[in-house]
């Protein structure tokens, strides 16, 4: 029997988020998008050294960062069936939105919501199949313009995540 590269249920790509309080995390993970716990484990100090959660079909890993270390938010793009219901769960679960739901030139509804610990989630649902013409054609339209001008004026990045403005 031969070793797969990559392990069964994981794909290429596997994000890490380090967090100020892995628990609570998963948790919130849990509520929001829900998240099935795959595993976690406890350092020698009580704090989470390995967790794993499964959302859709990947996994995200996580621990908890040193005291030490500065914030390191996860920044994650989520592709789900319905955009809206996903956002409002989120905010619901704890989140707060940073953009609302919105329909953008590329096809994709798209909305933003930051969980507790300052990590930042893209929460979207492809709605179009676009040709590359049809898409350079929306970003003249003016109801695509405003829309990722919308999206584009949400300071996400400094908002509530001190050193990283």
């Given at each position: ?15 890490w988020?380090?967090?100020r ?49 500065p ?10 069936e319905?955009a809206?219901?996903?956002?409002r769960r ?10 609302e739901v919105?329909?953008?030139f ?58 990283l403005?």
């Amino acid at each position: 029997m031969s070793v797969k590269p990559v392990p069964e249920g994981y794909s290429t790509v596997t994000p890490w988020i380090i967090s100020r309080d892995t628990v609570q995390l998963i948790d919130y993970l849990k509520r929001a998008f829900d998240a099935q716990e795959l595993s976690c484990l406890e350092g020698d100090d009580g704090s989470v050294a390995h967790a794993e959660v499964r959302i859709g079909d990947s996994v995200v890993m996580m621990f908890d960062a040193r005291p030490e270390w500065p914030p390191t938010p996860g920044f994650l793009r989520l592709y789900v069936e319905d955009a809206d219901a996903v956002h409002r769960r989120a905010v619901e679960a704890g989140g707060t939105s940073v953009t609302e739901v919105t329909h953008l030139f590329f096809g994709d509804r798209i909305g933003r919501v930051r969980d507790p610990l300052g990590n930042l989630y893209w929460i979207q649902t492809r709605v179009e199949d676009l040709t590359p013409e049809e898409m350079e054609h929306r970003l003249h339209d003016p109801e695509f313009t405003r829309a990722m001008e919308y999206v584009q004026s949400a300071d996400f990045l400094a908002e509530g995540n001190p050193g990283l403005g």
